[in-house]
């Protein structure tokens, strides 16, 4: 049974959860993270009460609270991922994160995909825009002004792997043989990727309207479709359906109108290896994408590269049904920079900025926009974005959210 919302209930329910954050001092759990969480954690903190103070007059203040994740929490609690962490997240509907190292060997496979799993945070949400200033390996990075929202539960993130040469894998190897005649090789190890019409019309759903509330005038869909037909062509055919079903006074298939779309959003689809030298060629074709998790997974990374923003891309874990959502910094812990005042906060800050919007707390997300637009683009910026640029002073972490400060209690 499909249990989702329709575009209706959706675009009510996002509007409930604007209006629960009206409020002046809501609490957001946050984990600090590892590597360098102890650098980024309190600098980012320090630009996003600035913002908040400098954008709002009437005492709007947010009430952070720290939650354990990872090693921290592993060295306090003796667990990768406390399950208070997730009541705290699902209670206040909303929370941040540094990164989070992954454990190696048995237990957890990644504490990350587990909060997502566990709060059914099912889209991944991947703004993607250059900054000024920022060193690219490509021209024209300008061009690119991308919203990726990437399918967060299932696809081969899902879990459903069994070990080459265990009991399991040979007793699935055995019925798939029995039941459908598929020869796979005896020392495989098997993966299943489903790909259901729920996740799938939920995420592209979202994806629409988002598209819709930010007067965009694309969508792609990107699949694989030509090699797996009933799981990402399946995708694809629900997105059109969607579309056509739910959308059609605001959107038009490419099918339905050979490409001029009037004023509504043109929605089309395109094959995931293709999408990746076309976004290279020719990104301002595209506005907002919507795609299975691990086509997501690679183009997110991919285009971040593109606009040299791997430092500073953010990303939104996020149920736009029920309202729940964790931002979080997309890079890793950088372990061999830790502790040293030295790592880039603006993944981090960024992701508050993210958070701000989601919440309805645009004045303070437009403030830390722009603090950071004039920040890099004077060139006030950590070692990473300082490097291959001449004209740039290498700030710390700390120093570095010291220059937004100023910038945002210096705006008029
Ligand atoms: P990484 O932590 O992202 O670091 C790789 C390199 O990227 C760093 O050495 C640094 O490059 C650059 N970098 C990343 N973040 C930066 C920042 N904020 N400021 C400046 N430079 C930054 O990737 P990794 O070394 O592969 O992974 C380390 C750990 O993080 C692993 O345990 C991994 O599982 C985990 N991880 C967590 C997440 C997450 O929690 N979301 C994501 C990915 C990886 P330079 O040294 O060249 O300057």
């Not at 102890?38 to 009430?63: C, H, L, M």
């Not at 259901?196 to 869909?221: D, P, Q, W």
């Not at 030298?277 to 795609?291: G, H, S, Y």
Request: net charge negative; with cysteine.
């Amino acid at each position: 049974m499909n249990e989702n919302l329709s575009r209706k209930d959706l675009e009510l329910a996002i509007q409930k959860t604007r209006d629960s954050f009206d409020t002046d001092k809501p609490v957001v759990p946050f984990i600090e993270g590892d590597g360098i969480g102890i650098d980024i954690w309190p600098a980012s903190q320090r630009v996003f009460d600035a913002a908040v103070e400098k954008a709002y007059t009437n005492g709007r203040k947010i009430e952070w609270q720290e939650v354990l994740a990872g090693q921290k929490a592993f060295d306090n609690v003796n667990e990768w991922l406390p399950e208070k962490t997730i009541e705290m997240f699902d209670e206040f509907g909303i929370g941040i994160k540094g990164p989070l190292t992954t454990p190696v060997g048995g237990g957890i496979r990644s504490i990350n995909v587990a909060i997502r799993q566990k709060l059914d945070l099912y889209a991944c949400l991947r703004p993607l825009r250059w900054f000024k200033g920022v060193e690219t390996p490509t021209k024209n990075p300008g061009n690119v002004d991308i919203a990726l929202f990437r399918e967060n539960t299932e696809d081969v993130y899902s879990g459903k792997e069994l070990e080459v040469n265990s009991e399991d894998v040979g007793k699935l190897n055995k019925f798939l043989k029995e039941e459908f005649n598929w020869e796979i090789r005896h020392d495989s190890g098997i993966g299943i990727k489903p790909i259901s019409k729920t996740a799938s019309e939920r995420l592209i759903r979202s994806a629409l309207n988002y598209a819709v509330e930010n007067n965009k005038k694309n969508l792609a869909i990107v699949h694989k479709g030509n090699i797996m037909k009933f799981t990402e062509g399946a995708f694809r055919a629900w997105g059109y359906e969607l579309v056509k079903n739910e959308f059609s006074d605001v959107a038009i298939s490419w099918e339905d109108c050979s490409g001029d779309a009037g004023d509504k959003i043109l929605v089309q689809d395109v094959i995931a290896d293709a999408f990746l030298q076309q976004v290279l060629i020719k990104p301002q074709e595209f506005d907002v994408i919507a795609t299975t998790n691990l086509n997501g997974d690679y183009a997110s990374d991919a285009l971040a590269a593109q606009i040299g923003g791997i430092g500073i891309s953010p990303g939104g874990n996020i149920n736009y049904e029920n309202g729940k959502s964790v931002f979080e910094a997309t890079h890793g812990t950088a372990p061999k920079h830790a502790g040293q005042d030295k790592a880039n906060p603006g993944s981090l800050i960024l992701s508050g900025e993210m958070m701000f919007r989601y919440m309805g707390w645009n004045e303070a997300a437009d403030l830390i926009i722009k603090a950071m637009e004039k920040s890099i683009s004077e060139g006030n910026v950590t070692y990473d974005l300082a490097r291959g640029r001449s004209d740039a002073k290498t700030l710390s972490s700390s120093n570095f959210a010291a220059n937004l400060v100023e910038n945002i209690e210096g705006f008029k």
